[in-house]
């Protein structure tokens, strides 16, 4: 982690000419302290050591983002979520006078993005499998250039629409 947060850094410091005078890190809302700490261990050892850092929760930061492109009302709670690579993040938010409110929030590690594209894809499979058992199968286990390029556009297909779904309002 210290490793990719040092490349940021040193790209930012050619962006910015220098260090952030504040750091904000979204993390996932089921972290835990020791894992908020650990993140901040790292950012210690990137040229950012001296910056202030702020940990917010990925809901928080999503609903500030919808509410200012959605125009959400003040006072008017609605729900974001995040199936992100490594776990699902959501929350009940309130854009509030003050800023964002966190009304509920919370997730699950190891219930992210690739597992719920093998879980549309198992849904997909069970409904067009019995039509060509054999297609399927290759699908699932290609042997051949032209297979694996046929799954490897369908898994890519299968994760472009779980990531259009996280980033279109409903």
Known sequence: VAAVLR?????GHRVLGGPPDELLITVP???APVE???LRQAVAM????DTKVRLT???????AH?????GVPLGR???????????????????????MMSLAAGGLPGVGGVEADLLVLRHVGARVSGRDPAAWNAL?????????RRAFSVLEHVRAAREQVSTVGV
Do not use: I, K, M, N
């Open 46 to 49: 990137t040229p950012w050591a």
């Open 57 to 63: 929760p990925g809901a928080l930061a999503a609903g």
């Open 29 to 31: 809302d089921y972290w």
């Open 66 to 70: 919808c509410a200012v492109q959605s």
């Open 77 to 99: 709670p609605f729900a974001v979520y995040d199936l992100g690579a490594g776990g699902v993040s959501c929350g009940v938010v309130s854009a509030e006078a003050g800023g």
């Open 7 to 11: 490349r940021v850094a040193e790209d």
């Open 140 to 148: 699932l286990h290609p042997s051949e250039v032209s297979s694996r």
């Open 36 to 38: 908020h700490q650990a």
